[in-house]
């Protein structure tokens, strides 16, 4: 997809996830990578109102080259690129049920997110909590690139979730099963719960590896 096609697109996801929920006031981000660099909305800017021509561009070392200056969570998202060679986007959220859970004391903080359905599993995978930084603390980034490998989704503790994915849409459906499944948590929690087995996810992650 050509680079302008790709603005046009950041903004109409953007718009539908801010109108359904997803983000609120000027909290989350989106990300594309294009041949000579990435696309990434605006700091301080609310993805229900993002212009196209606005949609800021850097290059892979983060330098701004056009648009409005980035989001100054730009570099979560370099990071993960630099890691996911696959990865064409990036869905930053700070959607509520998401980082109700980035709050939660957990045991394991290698996945945080239990298999509670294929789609989960089909879109998602494990999510490992990645320890909290205050905002703007380039050593987030670090500890991002330090899961971002083998996780195509990371929860930035008392924060929100970071979803990559082969394209835009691919990145908001990903980002929106995680928000979706921890809903589910946070519905069942204190009840007894049958998650898939490891076998079941086993089975799911061969069909389905991206």
Known sequence: MNEPLLRELLVARGRSLYDRGYAHGSSGNLSARIDDGVLITPTGSSLGRLDPASISKIDESGRHVAGEPPSKEAFLHLAMYSERPSTRAIVHLHCTCAVAVS????????????????????????????????????????????????????????????????????????????????????????????????????????????
């Open 103 to 210: 709050c939660m004391v957990h045991a394991d903080h290698r996945n945080v997110m239990p298999a509670l359905t294929a789609y989960h599993v089909m879109r998602v995978g494990k999510v490992p909590l990645v320890p909290y930084f205050a905002p703007g603390d380039r050593a987030l980034a670090e500890a991002v690139r330090a899961v971002s490998a083998k996780h195509r989704a990371v929860l930035l503790a008392n924060h929100g979730p970071v979803v990559a994915g082969r394209s835009v849409d691919e990145a908001v459906e990903s980002a929106e099963e995680l928000e979706a499944t921890a809903k589910l948590m946070l519905l069942l929690d204190g009840k007894a719960v049958a998650p898939l087995s490891e076998q079941q996810m086993l089975d799911l992650e061969r069909k389905f590896a991206n």
